[in-house]
């Protein structure tokens, strides 16, 4: 008989990836004690310390564990494989999305119309969070579809690109911005204003970092002056004059076409990325799902 069990398995895939047992029991919705107590039965199970642990509480994984980690995470993804089986013998209707923040306000919407219009019969469960929260649902199970806004992990991911967003910096719609506009000022010289700026784990806030050490400047030395998980709060904040910040155009047109702020392009090029749906790499896609996927694909416009 096993000593072990599937709950103790997605544990330690989950302080595998996470580095912390504290960020991998909050991606499960668990207690650090819980998962800690999990681990430590998997370790007596089969007799190895599977993980070393630092004095600031972050954890590595030892020989034994590199070589438990690949198989645990192998029966893992049989297990969701055979609970799409399961789905697709049931003929359930359900879809089990996760979308990252500008995805599910600029995006879904528009494609869960769509696609109820031609299968009537679907429903939709939906989660919302930033990029990194949308990959570990599909990680741990809790979505099996994710729209976001940044490639985090393309080993484990497959990604379908959905559209392409463009990344500006947006101002309050003062004159003194309104004359820099109309000069043909560029957002990379507005960097030493106040910027209000998304969490860690947004796409948008990768990609930002990821444009300021392509041109050699590092995110830290940024004035930051307020970091807020929500687009549409930073907006009114920028629009107040709490500061600058760089935003998905797709979030911003309301407010640009409405006069509240103003939009500068990073370069002369301007600056994108992309907005995939995605799905871990060996999710066994129901027809549902894979119907819903090849939708979304053609009807994203990008």
Not at 133 to 151: P, S, Y
Request: net charge neutral; glycine share 8%.
């Amino acid at each position: 008989m096993l000593e072990f069990n599937l709950k103790q398995l997605e544990a330690f895939v989950a302080a595998a990836e996470q580095g912390s047992f504290t960020r991998a029991a909050q991606s499960l919705y668990l207690t650090q004690s819980t998962v800690s107590a999990h681990i430590q039965t998997l370790e007596k199970a089969l007799g190895q310390t599977l993980f070393r642990r630092d004095a600031r509480r972050a954890v590595s994984l030892t020989e034994a564990g590199r070589a438990v980690y690949p198989r645990a995470r192998e029966i893992l993804s049989r297990c969701q494989s055979l609970q799409g089986l399961f789905r697709e013998e049931g003929q359930t209707d359900l879809l089990e999305l996760a979308a990252s923040t500008v995805p599910c306000q600029c995006l879904l919407p528009g494609l869960m119309a769509g696609f109820l219009a031609a299968r009537p019969g679907c429903r939709y469960q939906l989660r919302k969070g930033d990029s990194a929260q949308v990959h570990r649902w599909l990680a741990a199970g809790e979505a099996r579809l994710g729209f976001v806004g940044a490639r985090l992990e393309p080993q484990r991911f497959r990604y379908q690109p959905l559209l392409q967003d463009r990344l500006v910096l947006v101002t309050a719609n003062t004159p003194r911005f309104r004359t820099l506009r109309d000069d043909g000022v560029l957002g990379t010289a507005l960097l030493e204003e106040p910027m209000i700026v998304r969490e860690e784990g947004s796409g948008t806030r990768q990609r930002f970092d990821a444009y300021l050490r392509q041109i050699g400047r590092d995110p830290d030395t940024l004035q930051i002056v307020a970091e807020i998980d929500q687009p549409d709060i930073i907006l009114s904040a920028v629009a107040s004059g709490v500061g600058v910040a760089v935003s998905s155009r797709l979030a911003a047109r309301e407010s640009l076409d409405a006069g509240r702020l103003l939009a500068f392009d990073l370069d002369t090029r301007g600056y994108y990325r992309e907005l995939c749906l995605t799905c871990l790499q060996d999710t066994a896609l129901t027809p549902l799902e894979q119907a819903f996927w090849n939708y979304a694909a053609a009807h994203s416009g990008g």
